[in-house]
C-alpha cells in the first residue's frame, strides 16, 4: 500500500472544491509551516472563530475540528476560548465560548475583549467571512448575511497585533483572502476578503484542524490527536443539538458530503505518519 507522504498531502484528499488544484498552483506545505510558526508563540489564549450556518443550525464542517484542537491546545498549555455566534449555543462543551450577537458589536467593545483576554493569537477553522463587496456568500452564493454574526471583524482587528491562522476549504472562509486572485479567476468564487498571516488549504476544514493538531503532535512528540470514537462520540453530541451536513442540508452523520467512514479514513492516514505512542 501507497502510504502518504506527509500531512498536508493527506488533509487534501478527496477533494472536491478545488483546493487540491491550487495547492498545484501554489505548492507549499501550508499546514506545516503554520504550527511551525505557531509554537513558536508564547502561552497564552488563543481564539478559535468557527460556526458555518446552514439552515438554522451549524454545520458539521468546523465545530469537529474546533473542539478537538482546543483540547490539544489545552494539553500543551495554552488556553483555547471559541468565538462563535447564538447558532453554536452549548456546542464546546467545557472550553470557554464568546457568543457575538449577529449584528456584530462596536469597535471599542471587540477593542475591550482584546484588551481583556489579549490572544497571542487568532485561528478561524471554516468560519464564513464577508467578500470583497461586504457580502457573506455561502458555496452557493447565497446572501446569508442576516445570520452570520461578523466574526470576521474581530479577527482583523486582533490580526494587527497578533498572528492569525485560517483553515478554509472553499474560498468564502475568514483569512482564505490571500488567494483572492485565484478563487475569482480560477474557481470562479467570490473570496473572502479578510488575509492571514498562515492560512491552511483543505478539502475539508476539519481535516486541517486535524493536520495542525498532527504536526503539532509530530513537532512535540505528545499524543494529541483524537481517537475515532472519541470524534464519533462528539460528532453524535452536536447532532443532537441539530448540526447539518452543509452539502446535504440534513441532520445526518457526513460531513461536506462525505460519508462517515472518510473521516476515519482521514484520523488513521494522519497517526501513522506522526509517530507510535
Known amino acids: 500500500m501507497k502510504k502518504d507522504k506527509n500531512i498536508d498531502k493527506i488533509i487534501l484528499k478527496h477533494s472536491t472544491r478545488g483546493m487540491d488544484k491550487l495547492a498545484l498552483k501554489y505548492p507549499k506545505e501550508y499546514c506545516k ?155 470562479h468564487v467570490s473570496p473572502n476578503a479578510t488575509s492571514s498571516d498562515y492560512p491552511i488549504i483543505a478539502s475539508v476544514s476539519n481535516w486541517g484542524a486535524y493536520g495542525f493538531i498532527a504536526y503539532i503532535q509530530k513537532f512535540l512528540k505528545k499524543k494529541l490527536l483524537p481517537t475515532f470514537e472519541e470524534v464519533e462520540e462528539y460528532m453524535d453530541y452536536i447532532l443532537s443539538l441539530g448540526c447539518v451536513d452543509g452539502i446535504k442540508c440534513e441532520n445526518t452523520k457526513s460531513v461536506d458530503g462525505k460519508e462517515w467512514h472518510t473521516e476515519e479514513e482521514i484520523l488513521l492516514a494522519l497517526k501513522r505518519i506522526t509517530f507510535a505512542i
Do not use: W
Not at 468557527?50 to 454545520?59: D, I, L, M, R, S
Not at 468546523?62 to 495554552?78: H, M, N, R, S, V
Not at 453554536?88 to 484588551?115: A, M, S, V, W
Not at 446572501?143 to 483553515?167: C, N, R, S, V, W
Open 33 to 187: 509551516i503554520a504550527v511551525q510558526n505557531f509554537l513558536e508563540l508564547k502561552l497564552g489564549v488563543v481564539f478559535l472563530y468557527t460556526g458555518f450556518y446552514v439552515k438554522g443550525y451549524p454545520e458539521t464542517d468546523g465545530p469537529l475540528g474546533t473542539y478537538f484542537l482546543a483540547l490539544a491546545l489545552e494539553k500543551i498549555g495554552y488556553t483555547p476560548i471559541v468565538i462563535t455566534d447564538e447558532y453554536c449555543q452549548d456546542y464546546f462543551r467545557d472550553i470557554k465560548t464568546l457568543y457575538i450577537p449577529l449584528n456584530g458589536l462596536e469597535d471599542n467593545i471587540y477593542q475591550n475583549i482584546l484588551d481583556d483576554f489579549k490572544p497571542v493569537c487568532h485561528i478561524s477553522i471554516e468560519r464564513l467571512g464577508k467578500d470583497e463587496e461586504g457580502k457573506y456568500l455561502n458555496s452557493k452564493g447565497v446572501d446569508i448575511g442576516q445570520f452570520t454574526a461578523p466574526l470576521d471583524e474581530l479577527f482583523a482587528l486582533g490580526g494587527k497585533k497578533a498572528p492569525t491562522f485560517a483553515i478554509g476549504d472553499g474560498g468564502n472562509e475568514i483569512g482564505m483572502g490571500n488567494f483572492r486572485d485565484y478563487l475569482k479567476e480560477v474557481l
